[in-house]
């Protein structure tokens, strides 16, 4: 089929919309959406660049096989990761469903409560919802269920390369299973991503429980033009006037910072967004670039968007990004995703980012103007001191930076996604969701509903009877005179938290508000006359209210850190072998500016003369060893727990490690042969993950983990967190 046919396929109403917004043609992913929907029953996976017109593509024929059908429930359900994204989407699509009678529905926990009851008195049309609110409706609207989603069309699931890996997309598939038990099938899916390393793991994700065929149509990337910049600065006070003192009037180091005035002057003129890998960094680099833009007696244009802000501030910097206005937005990666937000023309990056699938999602913000992609990364580093330890010479994050675009520009490499094998937080929560929602189970019959959800197929049955018992023992859950199982007293307490619906971490947070406005939350309680940073700007506590967790606030002038803990993801091996190969070449990059030229020569030096050209371990002097293996985060832990099982045998001791950029230690054997040793070891042992870790560790990763046998959680870890080919296979690489 050809484009005009595809269009006579479409409804009049779709038809009109292509016409109204001046389309000439139909894109090659539409044409491939619409053949899979209209002429198959299969699920489907849309891999395309952003900005391709994904959403378009699968909404088209949707619409024009519902139009007219007027189902007496939700038809389409969709599913995103972020409120942000559901509300962008839920202007477009109903937008294009304003004249076909078709009702659009949003439900999240911004959403209003008339606007829910809408839905809840007459389902049908698109209901677009996040996992939360959806594992809220399967626990407390579960008689409604059948009347809500009883003619179930489609699923459509947004962005699913940030929740392949994850619990939390493993809880949507745990929903859709539920779901397809209580209305007697499963409709279709759609997943939707601008980024997926692994097409094939992606449809067995996709496909779970379905009993489908999952079709993955393959659509020509879109060329376009990309100009990408790198640039490094050095931490340090240039001024000339040294009776001025920064801690005395911080105000004047600003004006010494060359790294943050370079970042401004890239970004004040276009419309720009500056992402940060957390929240703590983008708070400060939106303080700093506001302060510049005091001192210099520039309009403050500057805005800020991260998870602990309130919805109306967040709103406020997607508003200000769709108007034709210059504006800067600081972010973390919660404007990453798949959000319409106008014609950025320029996105810079503090630092590296972690993947390349991030620094893919983050270069796609850009260039629908300008027809030109542009991303700047910037990188600020401490200048070393003459007594800095060697491996410290070394600017890791830059090198990290520049390995992510080589790989994607020689390589075309994408991170693929990760499958659990014991994703024991989420099997903890779905236990007392299914019983929260359908009161008392066999224990049977129970294990029977857990064993029915497609995440845990590689779960032993063993294992969920041990933690059902402990469940049992620590009254989250209770056995009733028949032998039924039913909420026990600390599982009421859970499930009745609205926070329980989350499969990610949470804080016991405090809500901080100005006057009438809500700014934000924070994690923990600043006295009274303390300051803190939030929504780029600094507060002064008025008032506790620590019954009702408000913080009362007024702004203050000036700039500070904020902490929060954050988990800032996995590094695949493949970034480290291209850092690897960046340092031991002399290729160069053009997109490297001055100062990170230089910079990346200087650290070649270092690398060369060092001598870790030849060999991964290397003196230090006296007996410190530094071990530099080139493994991704998982294979490096693995490594590490191995060199600290097997120390006694290998006479190392004061382990210690960066990242996974290399680890010291302490050892009076010769450095060629302590690798030797190493070698010989790792590649005659039979290497067993469990074996590696100790009866007396409790590895707390995700929120229910601490709900879980310390013996579970051994083997969750040692099956989820570490693996032992990689490092074999670096070790017999070595010579």
């Known amino acids: 089929m050809d484009s005009s046919q595809i269009f006579y396929r479409f409804s009049p109403l779709v038809q009109d919309f292509i016409y109204a917004n001046g389309w000439e043609t139909i894109r090659p992913i539409q044409i491939e959406a619409a053949k899979i929907i209209f002429d198959t029953n299969d699920n489907l996976i849309l891999s395309s660049d952003t900005a391709s017109g994904k959403t378009e593509a699968v909404f088209f024929p949707i619409i024009s096989e519902m139009e007219g059908s007027f189902g007496e429930s939700v038809e389409v359900l969709y599913i995103a990761p972020l409120k942000s994204l559901i509300n962008d989407q839920f202007e477009r699509i109903d937008t294009l469903l304003r004249d076909s009678g078709i009702p659009v529905f949003h439900w999240h926990g911004d959403v209003a409560a008339s606007h829910k009851n809408k839905l809840l008195k007459n389902p049908s049309g698109v209901l677009q919802i996040t996992p939360e609110s959806l594992e809220s409706m399967l626990m407390n609207k579960h008689s409604d269920i059948i009347r809500l989603f009883g003619r179930l069309r489609f699923v459509i699931i947004d962005e699913i390369h940030t929740l392949m890996s994850a619990d939390r997309g493993n809880q949507i598939l745990c929903q859709l299973d539920r779901i397809a038990e209580i209305i007697g099938y499963h409709p279709r899916r759609i997943g939707l991503s601008a980024t997926i390393g692994n097409l094939e793991k992606a449809r067995i994700w996709l496909t779970g429980n379905s009993g489908r065929n999952t079709a993955v149509p393959t659509v020509p990337s ?4 990309v100009r990408l ?5 050095y931490i340090q006070d240039n001024s000339n006037n040294r009776e001025i003192s920064p801690a005395e009037h911080p105000e004047s180091a600003i004006a010494i910072d060359a790294g943050y005035e370079y970042i401004y002057d890239c970004a004040k003129d276009k419309k720009s967004i500056v992402f940060s890998n957390s929240r703590e960094e983008t708070e400060y680099v939106t303080a700093t670039l506001r302060q510049i833009a005091s001192n210099r007696g520039d309009e403050d244009i500057f805005y800020i968007h991260h998870g602990n802000l309130s919805a109306a501030i967040r ?3 997607e508003q200000k990004l769709k108007t034709e206005q ?3 937005a600081c972010a973390t990666v919660t404007l990453e995703l798949g959000i319409d937000i106008g014609k950025i023309e320029r ?3 503090v630092g590296a980012p972690t993947t390349v699938s991030s620094f893919l999602q983050r270069l796609g913000r850009s260039g629908r103007k300008t027809g030109i992609s542009e991303l700047f990364m910037v990188f600020r580093e401490e200048k070393p001191l003459p007594d800095t330890p060697l491996p410290q010479l070394i600017p890791w994050e830059l090198i990290r930076g520049i390995a992510v675009i080589q790989l994607y520009i020689e390589e075309k490499f994408i991170e693929p996604p990760s499958v659990k094998k014991m994703p024991l937080s989420l099997m903890f929560q779905q236990t007392l969701s299914i019983l929260a929602s359908s009161g008392e189970n066999t224990p049977k019959r129970l294990a029977e509903k857990i064993f029915s959800l497609s995440p845990f197929s590689h779960v032993e049955k063993e294992d969920y009877r041990e933690l059902l018992i402990s469940m049992v023992k620590n009254e989250y859950v209770e056995m009733t005179e028949s032998k039924g199982l039913i909420l026990g007293l ?6 009745k938290s609205f926070k329980f619906y989350a499969v990610f971490k949470d804080s016991e947070d405090y809500s901080v508000k100005h006057e009438s406005e809500e700014i934000g939350t924070i994690s923990s309680p600043p006295p009274v006359g303390d300051r803190f940073a939030l929504a780029g700007r600094v507060w002064e506590v008025e008032e506790l209210d620590l019954t009702r967790k408000l913080i009362y606030v007024h702004p203050v002038p000036g700039k500070m850190q904020v902490a929060w803990p954050g988990d800032y993801g996995e590094i695949h091996t493949k970034v480290l072998e291209m850092m690897y190969k960046i340092l031991t070449s002399d290729k160069e990059y053009p997109y490297l500016k001055p100062n990170a030229k230089e910079r990346l020569a200087a650290a070649r030096r270092v690398f060369q003369n060092a001598g870790m050209t030849q060999t991964m371990l290397i003196s230090l002097g006296g007996n410190t060893k530094c071990l530099l293996p080139w493994l991704g985060t998982r294979s490096f832990r693995t490594l590490r727990k191995y060199l600290q099982t097997n120390a006694a045998y290998f006479g190392i001791y004061g382990l210690e490690y960066d990242g996974c950029y290399y680890m010291t230690f302490k050892c009076e054997k010769d450095a060629e042969e302590l690798l030797r040793m190493i070698q010989r070891k790792i590649t005659r042992d039979t290497i067993e993950t469990i074996d590696l870790v100790g009866k007396s560790e409790c590895p707390i ?11 579970l959680l051994r083997r969750a870890y040692a099956a989820d967190k570490l693996r032992t080919d990689e490092m074999k ?3 017999r690489l070595e010579r």
Do not use: Q
Request: charged share 40%; net charge positive.
């Open 222 to 225: 879109t060329k376009h033009r």
């Open 229 to 233: 910049a790198v640039e490094h600065f």
């Open 315 to 317: 709103e406020e910097a």
């Open 326 to 328: 210059k504006c800067v």
């Open 347 to 349: 996105i810079l990056n």
């Open 490 to 495: 600390r599982g009421e307490k859970l499930t």
């Open 701 to 711: 990763f995700e929120k229910y983990d601490p709900c879980i046998p310390p013996e």
């Open 729 to 731: 296979r670096r070790f």
